[in-house]
């Protein structure tokens, strides 16, 4: 089992800045493929973006794409989304989530997620 726990949502203004983070616990994190997740009301959960277990290739969907970069610290067991140039409809609960395999961009290629941390931007 991994256990999820993301932070670093809240409210900010359109052009603003946050950075989620996501801490893990349980397995060996470097075993683990992240990946980011969003989900607004009335909406399926999107793919954000993805980090390989070593760090070494990252992957965006195309609407965050030069705006959002997701990292890792293996040494800490986090996986971070720093989110700049934030806009009103990037607004969803963000989840992150471990997969025990090659880095995916579908949900369902992933086994472990988090709980959801809230981010809203006001226009």
């Known amino acids: 089992q991994v256990q999820l726990v993301e932070s670093g949502g809240g409210l900010v203004q359109a052009g603003g800045s946050l950075r989620l983070s996501c801490a893990a616990s349980?397995?060996?994190?470097?075993?683990?493929?992240m990946g980011w997740f969003r989900q607004a009301p009335g909406k399926e959960r999107d793919f954000v973006a993805a980090?390989?277990?070593?760090?070494?290739?990252?992957y965006y969907a195309t609407s965050v794409k030069g705006r959002f970069t997701i990292s890792r610290d293996n040494a800490k067991n986090t996986v971070y989304l720093q989110m700049n140039s934030l806009k009103p409809e990037d607004t969803a609960v963000y989840y992150c989530?471990?997969?025990?395999?090659?880095?995916?961009?579908?949900?369902?290629?992933?086994?472990?997620w988090g709980q959801g941390t809230q981010v809203t931007v006001s226009s």
């Open positions: 989530a471990a997969a025990h395999k090659d880095v995916g961009t579908s949900w369902f290629e992933y086994d472990y």
């Open positions: 349980g397995r060996t994190f470097s075993d683990y493929a």
């Open positions: 980090i390989s277990w070593s760090g070494g290739s990252t």
